[in-house]
């Protein structure tokens, strides 16, 4: 399965809710491989990456290559999830002074 979260425009120095809040498939039901991809507009954008009350990822910055994820290149983490119900959250935060846009890409295949 893949999560997509497209063209996210994030205001300066805001952090965004959970990216993935609407999407079927972000909590995870049995054990899975877990790779999140994303590339931001500019410098400046980081990424929080929480499965269930663990953090994968914290406040990383992410690449600024101003395009789509490219797989494998913008690989942000690889980790596994053992289920069952598990939330997968993903945060972004913009430290620069003007609007940032990011896409985010989660690939989830189970074992």
């Given at each position: ?27 995870i ?12 507009s ?70």
């Amino acid at each position: 399965m893949r999560l997509t979260d497209a063209a996210r425009s994030v205001a300066a120095n805001t952090k965004t809710g959970n990216i993935l809040a609407d999407k079927v498939g972000r909590v995870i039901t049995t054990p899975s491989a877990i790779r999140v991809f994303s590339v931001a507009s500019a410098a400046g954008m980081r990424v929080t990456v929480l499965l269930g009350a663990e953090t994968v990822v914290d406040d990383q910055e992410i690449s600024r290559a101003n395009r789509f994820p490219v797989i494998p290149d913008d690989l942000v983490q690889e980790f596994g999830a053992s289920g069952p119900s598990d939330e997968l959250m993903i945060f972004l935060r913009n430290t620069t002074v003007g609007t940032l846009t990011a896409d985010t890409v989660v690939d989830i295949q189970p074992l």
